[in-house]
């Protein structure tokens, strides 16, 4: 089993800047099984979407929605995800949410509960 945590959110200004963090914790074996992490982002009547994800090699990838503005990293030492929000706009307001992909999981299979990045005009 892993619980994510995701931290970071907040009420800025367009143009701002934030990085939200993503901790995994859990047993040793369920951490080492994750091969694949990403943060996702639903606004309200919209569907949920994949903003940016990167895998145990380092590979990333973004939509083209924040491609140039947002940064995926991790630190595998403290088991964190990071993803660093530059020049946000108001259509980037959403709960953003962390996921991993673990074991033979063909899919993300936990999920954090979210937080909220409200970007003002």
């Known amino acids: 089993q892993v619980t994510l945590v995701e931290s970071g959110g907040g009420l800025v200004q367009a143009g701002d800047s934030l990085r939200l963090s993503c901790a995994a914790s859990g047993r040793a074996s369920s951490i080492s099984s994750i091969n694949r992490m990403g943060w996702f982002r639903q606004a309200p009547g919209k569907q949920r979407e994949l903003v940016a994800a990167?895998?145990?090699?380092?590979?990333?990838n973004y939509a083209d929605s924040v491609k140039g503005r947002f940064t995926i990293s991790r630190d595998n030492a403290k088991n964190t995800v990071y993803l660093q929000m530059n020049s946000l706009r108001p259509e980037d307001t959403a709960v953003y949410s962390c996921a991993a992909r673990a074991g033979t999981s063909w899919d993300y299979n936990y999920w954090g509960q979210g937080t909220q990045v409200t970007v003002s005009s």
């Open positions: 990167i895998n145990n090699g380092g590979s990333t």
